[in-house]
């Protein structure tokens, strides 16, 4: 078995790569600490690997450690750390998507991941990031503040879109009139009421009169929707 890992990730590995001068001696050495389970120095030599070729550490991560519980944190951790540090984002991304949907992770690097995410824009996965913090702490500011101000500019985004639709009309018929109630119910619902629970939370622990404004409108809205 040992054998055969090994041809199979010379197979794998990037030949133009630094691993292509010493590939040998590098997964050698991590596969026999490998099945020694000697986990500190797997993730020692792991790190210096990822610094040095985060590819082809990527590759040797995927055949033999993807489902080590105990080394895939670090691992991951490791490897992003090494695509950031290569401005490659995609790539940061992709790990850190890994890293956030397979390990239970705490709440400071959960913060940590989605400042590095958000800055490099990727909306999605920093919305999945603070709902795994809010999982762990329901009132914590930072994932409240996030989650608030998100679904509220996607209500925003969503109510203007219907808005348009229907305005270009120059008399709505009443079956018109009743779907776009449906639209805009769906609209609140689904954005502007979830938006305000976590805007009151954020309001509870630090009183903020921009976040006050948004929850009145918010309430308005709710009195055009009733």
């Not at 951790?77 to 949907?101: C, G, M, Q, T």
């Not at 400071?108 to 999982?135: H, K, P, W």
């Not at 270009?168 to 502007?192: D, G, S, V, W």
Request: hydrophobic share 40%.
């Amino acid at each position: 078995m040992y054998r055969v890992l090994i041809i199979t990730l010379a197979c794998i590995l990037s030949p133009t790569s630094l691993l292509a001068q010493v590939s040998d001696s590098v997964v050698s050495n991590l596969l026999i600490l490998y099945e020694q389970e000697n986990w500190e120095e797997v993730r020692k030599h792991f790190k210096d690997f990822s610094v040095a070729d985060p590819h082809n550490a990527e590759v040797f991560y995927w055949l033999r450690a993807v489902d080590n519980d105990e080394l895939r944190p670090a691992l991951l951790e490791d490897l992003a750390k090494s695509y950031l540090a290569r401005h490659n984002h995609p790539k940061v991304i992709s790990v850190y998507r890994e890293l956030v949907l397979k390990s239970k992770l705490s709440i400071n690097l959960l913060l940590e991941i989605a400042s590095t995410v958000i800055n490099m824009g990727d909306v999605r996965l920093t919305q999945l990031i603070y709902e795994r913090v809010l999982n762990i702490d329901l009132d914590n500011l930072q994932a409240n503040m996030f989650m608030g101000s998100f679904l509220f500019l996607r209500g925003e985004k969503e109510l203007s879109r219907l808005n348009y639709n229907y305005k270009k009309e120059k008399k709505m018929t009443r079956m018109q009139y009743a779907e776009y109630r449906r639209e805009y119910a769906n609209i609140f619902n689904l954005y502007y009421a979830k938006s305000r629970e976590y805007l009151e939370r954020v309001n509870k622990q630090k009183k903020s009169k921009e976040i006050t404004k948004t929850l009145d409108y918010i309430s308005k809205l709710e009195v055009e929707f009733i």
